[in-house]
Nanobody
Framework: QVQLVESGGDSVQAGGSLTLSCAAS?????????IGWFRQVPGKERDGVARMNSDGSTSYADSVKGRFTISRDRATNSLVLQMNGLKPEDTGVYSC???????????????????WGQGTQVTVSS
């Protein structure tokens, strides 16, 4: 399994922006395949936020469409989540996850993802 490390979480005002990054801490491991960002709020189930497959296709939760952008930075071997127009309901612990590439990456359950990071806290105040 790949060890993933997230960074970039912070406390911001509503309407602000944050950039989250996810890097592989395992030597000679590439951020690739079916990869995504998930959000956990205390007392609630973890939700998918955005995903990217190895073919470059992306998908987003309806709540973040038009505001968040997932991308892969091959130069730094990292997965990036650009978050604009943040809302208080975006608050949570954001984790990245990686699994092998597959055609239905955008529909598979989170149990498919074998590698997870520890998460980074995003807090949006009104």
């Amino acid at each position: 399994q790949v060890q993933l490390v997230e960074s970039g979480g912070d406390s911001v005002q509503a309407g602000g922006s944050l950039t989250l990054s996810c890097a592989a801490s395992t030597y000679m491991t590439t951020i690739d395949g079916c990869i995504g960002w998930f959000r956990q709020v205390p007392g609630k189930e973890r939700d998918g936020v955005a995903r990217m497959n190895s073919d470059g296709s992306t998908s987003y939760a309806d709540s973040v469409k038009g505001r968040f952008t997932i991308s892969r930075d091959r130069a730094t071997n990292s997965l990036v989540l650009q978050m604009n127009g943040l809302k208080p309901e975006d608050t949570g612990v954001y984790s990245c996850a990686q699994g092998a590439s597959l055609p239905y990456c955008h529909a598979v359950g989170e149990g498919y993802f074998g590698s997870w990071g520890q998460g980074t806290q995003v807090t949006v105040s009104s």
